[in-house]
């Protein structure tokens, strides 16, 4: 598998790019063996609100969550050309094979194996790495509604900039939130997985990591 | 099996109604054999706001929004006292004879036996409805956060009155919204199945509709 690919919840904000995005994914697979893993974005969110109301145990929430990325998964393979809804890690080969993208819904998979911590640290950047390492794919790129991770919350700061290059260790010791999930660089680091964030507005952007060229984006190494 | 409950979403608005529900149902499972189907709520919500957004496939959203069902389903599993969350309709009998309360999860069952139109018409209570069809059991009955079916809607007329009793065919006539979906008369006639809606307000009710004894709600019958 040339990548796993996470797309972010948060592009359905926005429904042109979201579907641009999976057109190109759609044609990218025509030629380089890729697996779409979903976000889980406003479904995810619905389960952290129950959980803020019901102080819910970790391990049903996390169930919960990775439902809405199921919910997420079946919605992005019904708007992605040629794209198979897959349930299970055995069936994404021979779907690459044919030149389509397979969309993983993972909520089977995790119920079986459950190998992450249930929190709130653990989203589906984390569960996507999870798929990456099974895989063996050789990266992870994980599209989201900015370029890449910043000094600083771009959102909130004029002054941030773009981290173009970062290693799991150090993103480790950042206390601060920042794009991708908690436990992320732990999962990176054990699997040796090069992994890129990258911005969903510019699908070139996603074309030029797959092709092992320089683009925007940060890459954690 | 004495009845299929459905256990509505919008209760989720008022937790501690929901609760209160929740334990009584834990109560009562302790002598009825009672399985309990989730409604759909804010989970499914979500899904009717990507499919108004996006125009979704009708199988789309169906199988999206029934996982909304399953999401639901785990946090009243989560919250009801003694509750086991079941996906096979083989395994209810056995957990309803320890006196537990099974939660049901559609979605495994609905995906492969697809027994329904797949339509916004067809929601948790045509599902519960299909359960109880399949189960054979007694009686269906619907918790929701209103008294029952009203000859108008009582949230926008203070004039409307609670029908106590009607039948499926008449029903199926009326043209306008009620508490229940569309498709669910059609199913009752179908299925010679006598259904309740009631209050989760006031979890007696539940006990004399159980109990065969007369209390303020609609039966369908």
Known sequence: MDAVIKVGGSLAETPEVLRDVCNKLSELAEKNPITVVPGGGRFSDVVRGFDQR????????????????????????????????ARKLDDLEKITAEGKVPVFLPFNMMLDEDPLEN?????????????????????????????????????????AALIQEVTAAELLKLERRTSVDKFLPKLL???????????GKYPTRIIRILEGRQTICTRIV
Chains 1, 2 share one sequence.
């Open 54 to 85: 019901f102080s819910l145990l970790p391990e049903v929430s996390h169930q919960m969550a990775i439902l809405g990325m199921d919910q997420f998964g079946l919605f992005l393979s019904a708007i992605t050309p040629g794209s198979i809804a």
């Open 189 to 199: 680091s054990e699997a040796r997985l090069d992994c890129y964030v990258v911005n």
């Open 119 to 159: 929190s709130w640290d653990v989203t589906s950047d984390s569960i996507a790495a999870y798929v990456a390492k099974r895989l063996g794919a050789a990266k992870l790129i994980l599209v989201t509604d900015v370029d890449g991770i910043f000094t600083k919350d771009p959102k909130e700061n004029a002054d």
